[in-house]
């Protein structure tokens, strides 16, 4: 079993739709929860950190459930600059500062 | 923010050669700093972690005597591909982050191509 693991992509959406991301991962030590985004070509960018509470900026809303080791990242009135993959990411536990990376999960926002 | 350079931004290389690949913190110091590889399609793996003065712990099933690390200060470390072959043609990124629990940085990351 991966250590994070996305829902597969593509997500092909219409401008405007909105669109969720299901991220689970398997070590129940982890502290740390993020999505970051990475066009093509280009490094991952951190989007936003996930907290227990849930937490929102702008059109983007992350949720963690910790006892059913859930991550979600939902973007709302998507536009085309949306376009990009989202990864989760999930800190090692206690493995200091590492990182895990899911796979992925690609979006296309079309006109 | 926090700002990691790296150099060169793309490489060409002929199979047998040795590519060294630099990772910078340009406005603060990184005591430490990770390297990752990423495939096409694929997510970002770790390859190493890398401490400021001490050798870099690596990751299951990346060969520490073909990828050297060295991070002999506090904003630079090197990543060096020795006798590169085209299976070692991937997109080398570096982060670097303040402590270890800190949020890491990115580099713009090195793309490396082995003839």
């Known amino acids: 079993r991966k250590e994070v693991e996305q829902d597969p992509g593509p997500f092909n959406v219409p401008e405007g739709a909105t669109v969720a991301f299901n991220c689970t991962y398997s070590n129940s030590a982890s502290q740390s929860f993020f999505w970051y985004r990475q066009d093509c070509r280009k490094e991952p960018k951190l989007l936003m950190s996930v907290y227990s509470s849930g937490n929102e900026d702008g059109r983007f809303t992350a949720q963690l459930n910790r006892a059913s080791q859930y991550i979600s990242l939902l973007i709302r009135d998507s536009k085309l600059s949306d376009s990009a993959t989202y990864l989760c990411?999930?800190?090692?536990?206690?493995?200091?500062?590492?990182?895990?990376f899911g796979q992925g999960t690609e979006l296309s926002v079309k006109p | 923010g926090a700002v990691v350079s790296q150099h060169p931004s793309w490489v060409i290389c002929k199979s047998g050669t040795s590519v060294k690949i630099e990772c910078r913190s340009l406005?603060?110091?990184?005591?430490?700093m990770f390297w990752y590889r990423q495939f096409p399609k694929q997510s970002l793996m770790l390859m190493a972690t890398?401490?400021?003065?001490?050798?870099?712990?690596?990751e299951q099933g990346v060969e520490k005597d073909k990828f050297l690390i060295n991070h002999a200060s506090l904003t630079l470390s090197t990543l060096t591909v020795t006798s590169a072959h085209p299976e070692d043609s991937s997109f080398y990124i570096c982060?670097?982050?303040?402590?270890?629990?800190?949020?890491?940085?990115f580099g713009p990351g090195t793309r490396l191509t082995v003839l």
């Open positions: 982060s670097a982050t303040r402590t270890s629990l800190d949020e890491q940085f």
């Open positions: 406005d603060f110091q990184a005591t430490t």
């Open positions: 890398s401490n400021e003065g001490s050798k870099a712990t690596y």
């Open positions: 990411v999930v800190n090692g536990g206690n493995q200091g500062g590492k990182l895990i």
